[in-house]
């Protein structure tokens, strides 16, 4: 499960914090020390990690935490608020058009869930009585077109296409299509290679231009960790992302790439997918995932 060692860990130093009574600086800094390499071992950015510890240590080491009566709780609570903000505080809703459709670009490397993802989305949007529209203009990978057909058919969402033909002219027809077919969400399922090129992005660099989208979503595969956030630092730096889907949070990831992305790129997380089956997508709430990672 993911944040499992994490969670042992952390669990691990607050029952010796818990287990003092009464608590000096030196038993803050020495706890803080085993967060910092259970942080760090669970694949968290080095610079966030560094972050986190100071801004912890900082509210942790004053009088009213250490005078008070529960000096261990206090602390604890002050991981877990901080781990919170870390990852972005509150849910991060998707943007509404002023006027439909609402236009959600999907972007990222492949094999990190995007097509999958397009499609959970679109269910889950359907689930809140939505009208999507998924758009296949991933032209290059032979499969993803049917891929999308398929999922589409088994959530009764119409599913654009136009073949093979240019990425930027499907995207520019499915929104008009959108509009005359009473669709208020179009989902664009683009084009993914599997490293960041030049010619990616300025496809999708183009794509944007003419779709004026209100949401560039990455989609990004929790398990390759590190990574994960480079990538992310790379689409946002080339793009403008509005935010980040962090995929495979089912798996045994050690969850880095969760607490990292938002500090890294400022980007928040708006969505987690936690399996492979169409309803596996979840809004993503911070405060929930701080709970789960305190145990
Ligand atoms: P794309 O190349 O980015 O479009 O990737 P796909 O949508 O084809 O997904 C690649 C693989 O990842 C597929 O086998 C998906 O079932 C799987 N996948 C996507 N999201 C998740 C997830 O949240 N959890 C798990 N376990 N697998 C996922």
Redesign the pocket.
Same mark, same amino acid.
């Given at each position: 499960m993911v944040f499992e060692n994490l969670s042992n860990k952390l669990q691990e130093v607050f029952k010796k914090l818990k287990g003092k009574g009464r608590l000096t600086e030196e038993d803050v800094n020495l706890a803080l020390r085993e967060v910092r390499i259970a942080l760090l071992e669970a694949d968290v950015n080095f610079q966030v990690v560094k972050d986190f510890i100071a801004k912890v240590k900082e509210k942790a080491v004053g009088h009213e935490v250490l005078e008070s009566l529960t000096p261990g709780q206090q602390v604890i609570k002050i991981v877990h608020e901080e781990l919170i903000n870390l990852m972005g505080k509150t849910n991060a809703k998707l943007n509404d058009a002023g006027s439909p459709p609402t236009i959600i670009m999907l972007v &990222? %490397?492949? &094999?990190?869930?995007? +097509? +999958? +993802?397009a499609a959970k989305l679109a269910y889950l949007l359907k689930k809140q009585g939505k009208k999507p529209l998924l758009v296949a203009a991933?032209v290059y990978?032979p499969a993803?077109i049917k891929?999308l057909q398929v999922l589409g058919d088994t959530i009764d969402v119409p599913v654009f296409t136009m073949g093979e033909q240019s990425p930027v002219d499907i995207a520019k027809a499915s929104i008009n299509f959108a509009k005359s077919n009473l669709k208020n969400y179009v989902i664009i399922?683009t084009a993914?290679r599997l490293h960041i090129n030049e010619e990616l992005m300025d496809e999708l660099k183009k794509i944007k231009d003419v779709v004026h989208p209100h949401e560039i979503l990455l989609?990004v595969d929790a398990m390759t960790g590190q990574d994960a956030v480079n990538v992310a630092k790379s689409f946002n730096d080339e793009l403008g992302l509005t935010g980040v889907i962090l +995929?495979? %949070?089912?798996?045994d990831t050690k969850g880095g790439a969760a607490l990292s992305v938002k500090a890294v790129t400022g980007c928040p997380i708006k969505f987690a &997918?936690? &399996?492979?089956k169409i309803e596996? %997508?979840e809004p993503f709430y911070p405060d929930r995932m701080a709970s789960r990672i305190l145990g």
């Amino acid at each position: 499960m993911v944040f499992e060692n994490l969670s042992n860990k952390l669990q691990e130093v607050f029952k010796k914090l818990k287990g003092k009574g009464r608590l000096t600086e030196e038993d803050v800094n020495l706890a803080l020390r085993e967060v910092r390499i259970a942080l760090l071992e669970a694949d968290v950015n080095f610079q966030v990690v560094k972050d986190f510890i100071a801004k912890v240590k900082e509210k942790a080491v004053g009088h009213e935490v250490l005078e008070s009566l529960t000096p261990g709780q206090q602390v604890i609570k002050i991981v877990h608020e901080e781990l919170i903000n870390l990852m972005g505080k509150t849910n991060a809703k998707l943007n509404d058009a002023g006027s439909p459709p609402t236009i959600i670009m999907l972007v &990222g %490397l492949q &094999g990190a869930g995007k +097509t +999958t +993802t397009a499609a959970k989305l679109a269910y889950l949007l359907k689930k809140q009585g939505k009208k999507p529209l998924l758009v296949a203009a991933d032209v290059y990978r032979p499969a993803a077109i049917k891929q999308l057909q398929v999922l589409g058919d088994t959530i009764d969402v119409p599913v654009f296409t136009m073949g093979e033909q240019s990425p930027v002219d499907i995207a520019k027809a499915s929104i008009n299509f959108a509009k005359s077919n009473l669709k208020n969400y179009v989902i664009i399922d683009t084009a993914g290679r599997l490293h960041i090129n030049e010619e990616l992005m300025d496809e999708l660099k183009k794509i944007k231009d003419v779709v004026h989208p209100h949401e560039i979503l990455l989609v990004v595969d929790a398990m390759t960790g590190q990574d994960a956030v480079n990538v992310a630092k790379s689409f946002n730096d080339e793009l403008g992302l509005t935010g980040v889907i962090l +995929t495979k %949070l089912d798996g045994d990831t050690k969850g880095g790439a969760a607490l990292s992305v938002k500090a890294v790129t400022g980007c928040p997380i708006k969505f987690a &997918g936690m &399996g492979e089956k169409i309803e596996n %997508l979840e809004p993503f709430y911070p405060d929930r995932m701080a709970s789960r990672i305190l145990g």
